[in-house]
Nanobody, 116 residues
């Protein structure tokens, strides 16, 4: 069992930046998903346990960066050039080592709202 807790969401103007954090209790590959109102959850980014491999959805490539600090047991997602369509609840989740699938249950999430 891996415990995850997201934080760092908030309200930002279009073109602005936010950094999300995800604290974990046990080291593993981790990914970020998001769910906009009325939409299905979608994959955003993922990182392996050592931080040497990452994967991104096409819609966030070049704008979002996932990273990790294993000494602090924290996963980060730095988000730049935010757009209104990035508005969603963002969740971190355990991933398989291949970064292709998620594992475990969903956590609390953190709300990101981008104003136009």
């Amino acid at each position: 069992q891996v415990q995850l807790e997201e934080s760092g969401g908030g309200l930002v103007q279009a073109g602005g930046s936010l950094r999300l954090s995800c604290k974990y209790s046990e080291e593993s590959a981790v990914g970020w998903f998001r769910q906009a109102a009325g939409q299905e959850r979608e994959f955003v980014s993922a990182i392996n346990s050592h931080g040497g491999t990452t994967r991104y959805s096409d819609c966030v490539k070049g704008r979002f960066t996932i990273s990790r600090d294993n000494a602090r047991k924290t996963i980060y997602q730095q988000m730049h050039s935010l757009r209104p369509e990035d508005t969603a609840v963002y969740y971190c989740t355990r991933m398989t080592a291949t970064l292709n699938s998620r594992l475990g249950s969903w956590g609390q999430g953190t709300q990101v709202t981008v104003s136009s």
